[in-house]
């Protein structure tokens, strides 16, 4: 059952703070078996652990915000026991910068998708971030418009509810 603070993904966007507001899903779509790299957005309860930020790029959004440095990566090397977890460079296994050159993570929002105790092949990095474009899909990651992500980051708080509907599932009624 979800409450006023949560955020439920629709087909129609993310309902959240008595307003829809659009956003993309993952090129996979909504799935109910989440995969490492299948592109799929995971069904489920996902709560906001951490908010990330490009401090020399942007203001801090919220008091809890921690800023992205240049060593700062995303481990997605399902052999590491660091899988799905935030390092640093140095780095060998497989992983994401967060501080990348575009503004897709200038603002993150980090959901406890398959985290802290990572299954390995279970999807690593749901993320709610910035879009490229509207109706241009994720890796997995809910996506905004830059000043509707930076309006929501403003409304929540750590342990915020992400809810991913089983309904959207592809193949579910």
Sequence with gaps: MSTAADLVLTRGGLRFAGRLWPCTI???????DKREGDGGTPVGIHRIVGMLYRADRIAQPAAWAVPIGPRDLWSDDTTDPAYNQWVRAPYAGSHEALRRADRLYDLVLLTDWNWPDATPGRGSAIF???????????EGCVAFRPDHLRKIAGLIGPGSR?????????GTP
């Design 26 to 32: 993952g090129r996979g779509g909504v799935v109910a």
């Design 128 to 138: 709610l971030h910035r879009w490229r474009r509207p109706g241009y899909p994720t």
């Design 162 to 170: 992400v809810i991913v509907g089983n309904g959207l599932a592809e």
